[in-house]
């Protein structure tokens, strides 16, 4: 993210099926199934957050997961991420014509 001047706020409901963050940013928060991160970057600083956490879900599953990045003044900033979890894969013949 780049900073505006202003105070952001990210917030990440991990997902069931997603472990608490093994490691994870200097500045960041964990609760039960919450990453969070606040902070007052410089207009135009740039911040770069990162977390790992593993897949626990059983297999053949969908991982929806959704960040959101606040703004003072209401602003806000989604990204949402799809994980699919050992997906069913479907192998075709390949059939030449001549």
Known sequence: MVGS???LTLTDDLPAGASPPLTHSPGLTYTPHRVA???NPGLGEQVTLTYVVTVTAPSRTALWNQAV??????LTDTATALVLVNPVRVYLPLVLKE
């Open 69 to 74: 990045l606040t703004q003072t003044g209401g």
């Open 37 to 39: 991160w606040s902070g």
């Open 5 to 7: 001047g202003q105070v």
